[in-house]
């Protein structure tokens, strides 16, 4: 059953996590990491930080939901958009960074879910006045982004070199990339507002496989990313347990 409430995605996403850390699935990385954002929002609103916490609970349960749906339709058999099954696969790899695998799923959950959620929390012409809220709950789930980072450098000793190398290329870097996929998001959601749902069903379909194109970059190796991935730690389930850090 989808989640109503913030608090009933919470404890779904920590049945996920529990669920993958007795299974040693890296799917749980990702799922940590959505918990945490999703708290972050939470407590976001209990500071006032919206302008409308009903509005910003409902298009974050939807939001979330479409998330959950894509695990449910994954270990059925039935998921179909590319970008996802990519994420998914890429799961399934001992290839990848911790890094890699954080990205190429929040990869399809921004460039797609994002703008179909607020989309249909907010049709139409009431779209407009998710504006401002829709820009700060991307900048509470930034806040936490320094915190994820430290936590990554103590999983891998190379990353950590690196950041205090170059840190401030690197973030800029994927804070860019964070800001570029918010405004495309939100742009997304803007021409999503005034489609029917079988124009919508057409759009994403198409947005689907540029998401795909942009995991292809996420998940591209290198000597670097190779270099770290042979000194990361290698356990799954302590991994998921640092990312699912208070």
């Excluded at 194109?213 to 389930?237: F, K, T, W």
């Amino acid at each position: 059953m989808p989640a109503t409430t913030i608090d009933g995605v919470i404890d779904r996403l920590q049945d996920l996590i529990d669920e993958c850390i007795t299974t040693r699935s890296r799917l749980g990385y990702f799922a940590a990491l959505y918990k945490r954002m999703t708290m972050a929002v939470k407590d976001g609103m209990r500071r006032g930080v919206f302008d409308d916490n009903a509005r910003i609970e409902a298009l974050d349960v939807m939001f979330a939901n479409r998330y959950l749906a894509t695990r449910a339709q994954y270990l059925a058999g039935e998921l179909q958009g590319v970008c996802w099954l990519q994420a998914y696969g890429a799961a399934q790899s001992d290839a990848h960074v911790v890094l890699q695998q954080l990205l190429v799923a929040m990869n399809p959950h921004i460039m797609l879910d994002l703008g179909v959620a607020a989309a249909r929390t907010c049709p139409g012409a009431e779209l407009a006045g998710l504006a401002k809220d829709f820009a700060t709950i991307n900048a509470v789930i930034y806040d936490l982004m320094p915190v994820v980072d430290a936590e990554l450098d103590a999983l891998s000793p190379v990353s950590a070199t690196i950041d205090h190398t170059i840190g401030r290329f690197k973030d800029k870097a994927i804070f860019g990339a964070m800001e570029k996929g918010r405004t495309t998001a939100w742009d997304f959601a803007r021409a999503l507002s005034t489609m029917t749902l079988p124009q919508q069903a057409l759009r994403i379909g198409a947005r689907d496989l540029e998401a795909r194109l942009l995991g292809d970059v996420i998940l591209a190796g290198n000597p670097i990313l190779s270099l770290i991935r042979r000194h990361e730690s290698q356990d799954v389930a302590a991994n998921i347990r640092a990312l699912n850090a208070p």
